[in-house]
Protein backbone atom coordinates (compact mmCIF):
# COMPACT_ATOMS: atom_id res chain seq x y z
CA UNK A 1 0.00 0.00 0.00
CA UNK A 2 1.42 3.44 -0.79
CA UNK A 3 1.50 6.60 1.22
CA UNK A 4 -1.07 8.24 -0.90
CA UNK A 5 -3.79 5.08 -0.56
CA UNK A 6 -3.04 5.19 3.01
CA UNK A 7 -3.82 8.81 2.96
CA UNK A 8 -6.89 8.22 1.60
CA UNK A 9 -7.86 5.27 3.73
CA UNK A 10 -7.12 7.36 7.21
CA UNK A 11 -8.67 10.57 5.50
CA UNK A 12 -5.50 12.34 6.69
CA UNK A 13 -2.81 14.22 4.18
CA UNK A 14 -0.12 12.49 2.43
CA UNK A 15 2.38 14.83 4.00
CA UNK A 16 1.11 13.73 7.07
CA UNK A 17 1.50 10.02 6.37
CA UNK A 18 5.21 10.52 4.68
CA UNK A 19 6.03 12.65 7.68
CA UNK A 20 4.75 9.48 10.16
CA UNK A 21 6.57 6.73 8.42
CA UNK A 22 9.66 8.82 8.67
CA UNK A 23 9.68 8.90 12.37
CA UNK A 24 8.61 5.46 12.57
CA UNK A 25 11.55 4.57 10.68
CA UNK A 26 13.80 6.73 13.20
CA UNK A 27 12.48 4.71 15.80
CA UNK A 28 13.04 1.45 14.29
CA UNK A 29 16.66 2.75 13.98
CA UNK A 30 16.92 3.64 17.47
CA UNK A 31 15.29 0.69 18.31
CA UNK A 32 18.51 -1.33 16.66
CA UNK A 33 20.86 0.53 17.70
CA UNK A 34 19.63 0.54 21.53
CA UNK A 35 19.72 -3.23 21.11
CA UNK A 36 23.08 -3.34 19.95
CA UNK A 37 23.91 -1.60 22.57
CA UNK A 38 22.31 -3.43 25.61
CA UNK A 39 20.63 -7.03 24.40
CA UNK A 40 22.71 -8.30 21.62
CA UNK A 41 24.70 -10.32 23.55
CA UNK A 42 21.96 -11.94 25.19
CA UNK A 43 20.00 -12.49 22.33
CA UNK A 44 23.30 -13.58 20.50
CA UNK A 45 23.29 -16.48 23.41
CA UNK A 46 20.05 -17.10 23.05
CA UNK A 47 19.90 -18.11 19.35
CA UNK A 48 22.63 -20.34 19.96
CA UNK A 49 21.15 -22.33 22.67
CA UNK A 50 17.83 -22.64 20.71
CA UNK A 51 20.02 -24.10 17.53
CA UNK A 52 21.84 -25.90 19.60
CA UNK A 53 18.97 -27.57 21.11
CA UNK A 54 16.91 -28.32 18.00
CA UNK A 55 20.05 -29.79 17.04
CA UNK A 56 20.71 -32.14 19.93
CA UNK A 57 16.66 -32.86 19.33
CA UNK A 58 17.40 -33.60 15.50
CA UNK A 59 19.91 -36.63 16.91
CA UNK A 60 17.53 -37.81 18.77
CA UNK A 61 15.25 -38.37 16.04
CA UNK A 62 17.98 -39.83 13.81
CA UNK A 63 18.96 -42.36 16.78
CA UNK A 64 15.52 -43.20 17.26
CA UNK A 65 15.47 -42.78 21.04
CA UNK A 66 12.05 -41.81 21.26
CA UNK A 67 10.04 -43.85 18.70
CA UNK A 68 11.79 -46.88 16.46
CA UNK A 69 9.00 -46.95 13.74
CA UNK A 70 10.96 -43.86 12.14
CA UNK A 71 11.46 -44.10 8.35
CA UNK A 72 14.88 -43.90 6.45
CA UNK A 73 13.05 -40.50 4.75
CA UNK A 74 12.26 -39.44 8.96
CA UNK A 75 15.77 -39.96 9.24
CA UNK A 76 16.85 -38.13 6.68
CA UNK A 77 14.96 -35.25 7.37
CA UNK A 78 16.32 -35.18 10.92
CA UNK A 79 19.65 -35.07 9.18
CA UNK A 80 18.89 -32.16 7.18
CA UNK A 81 17.74 -30.34 10.34
CA UNK A 82 20.96 -30.55 12.00
CA UNK A 83 22.77 -29.69 9.12
CA UNK A 84 20.42 -26.64 8.96
CA UNK A 85 21.42 -26.03 12.73
CA UNK A 86 25.08 -26.12 12.04
CA UNK A 87 25.16 -23.97 9.00
CA UNK A 88 23.20 -21.55 11.25
CA UNK A 89 25.35 -21.66 14.42
CA UNK A 90 28.45 -21.37 12.11
CA UNK A 91 27.07 -18.26 10.28
CA UNK A 92 26.21 -16.72 14.10
CA UNK A 93 29.68 -17.90 14.81
CA UNK A 94 30.74 -15.71 11.85
CA UNK A 95 29.21 -12.80 12.85
CA UNK A 96 29.52 -12.75 16.07
CA UNK A 97 32.89 -10.48 16.43
CA UNK A 98 31.21 -7.88 13.99
CA UNK A 99 28.46 -7.94 16.84
CA UNK A 100 30.71 -7.46 19.73
CA UNK A 101 32.87 -4.86 17.77
CA UNK A 102 29.81 -2.83 17.10
CA UNK A 103 29.18 -2.73 20.94
CA UNK A 104 32.65 -1.83 21.69
CA UNK A 105 32.14 0.73 19.23
CA UNK A 106 28.97 2.36 20.94
CA UNK A 107 30.35 2.43 24.25
CA UNK A 108 33.59 3.94 23.62
CA UNK A 109 31.20 6.48 21.39
CA UNK A 110 29.27 6.93 24.48
CA UNK A 111 32.11 7.96 26.66
CA UNK A 112 33.27 10.04 23.98
CA UNK A 113 30.13 12.05 24.07
CA UNK A 114 29.86 11.84 27.89
CA UNK A 115 33.60 13.70 28.64
CA UNK A 116 32.65 16.27 25.96
CA UNK A 117 35.95 15.62 24.01
CA UNK A 118 34.37 15.44 20.54
CA UNK A 119 30.84 15.58 18.51
CA UNK A 120 29.53 12.66 16.76
CA UNK A 121 27.28 13.19 14.23
CA UNK A 122 25.38 10.53 12.87
CA UNK A 123 27.86 10.84 9.56
CA UNK A 124 30.42 10.12 11.77
CA UNK A 125 28.84 6.76 13.11
CA UNK A 126 28.61 5.39 9.33
CA UNK A 127 31.56 6.31 8.60
CA UNK A 128 32.71 4.29 11.86
CA UNK A 129 30.62 0.95 10.84
CA UNK A 130 32.12 1.39 6.84
CA UNK A 131 35.74 1.23 8.45
CA UNK A 132 34.91 -1.74 10.28
CA UNK A 133 33.62 -3.28 7.48
CA UNK A 134 29.94 -3.62 8.31
CA UNK A 135 27.35 -2.16 5.49
CA UNK A 136 23.59 -1.86 5.50
CA UNK A 137 21.51 -2.55 2.66
CA UNK A 138 19.20 0.89 1.89
CA UNK A 139 16.55 -1.41 0.06
CA UNK A 140 16.29 -4.39 3.09
CA UNK A 141 17.86 -3.28 6.14
CA UNK A 142 20.36 -6.33 5.96
CA UNK A 143 23.75 -5.83 7.70
CA UNK A 144 26.87 -7.72 6.49
CA UNK A 145 29.80 -7.76 7.57
CA UNK A 146 32.20 -7.04 5.14
CA UNK A 147 35.97 -8.02 6.99
CA UNK A 148 36.44 -11.33 6.73
CA UNK A 149 35.99 -11.58 3.20
Same mark, same amino acid.
Given at each position: MTETEIAHE??????? *?? #?DVK??????QQFVFDLAKSDMAYYYKQCI???EEVRRRGWEIFKG???SNLTPKDKLLALK *?? #????EAKFALFKEGPSIMNVKTLEERLEKIRQTN????YPQDLTDLTLLMGVTTNQNTGEVKNN???
Amino acid at each position: MTETEIAHELKVGQST *VS #RDVKALKILSQQFVFDLAKSDMAYYYKQCIDGIEEVRRRGWEIFKGQNNSNLTPKDKLLALK *VI #RECNEAKFALFKEGPSIMNVKTLEERLEKIRQTNQSIIYPQDLTDLTLLMGVTTNQNTGEVKNNSYK
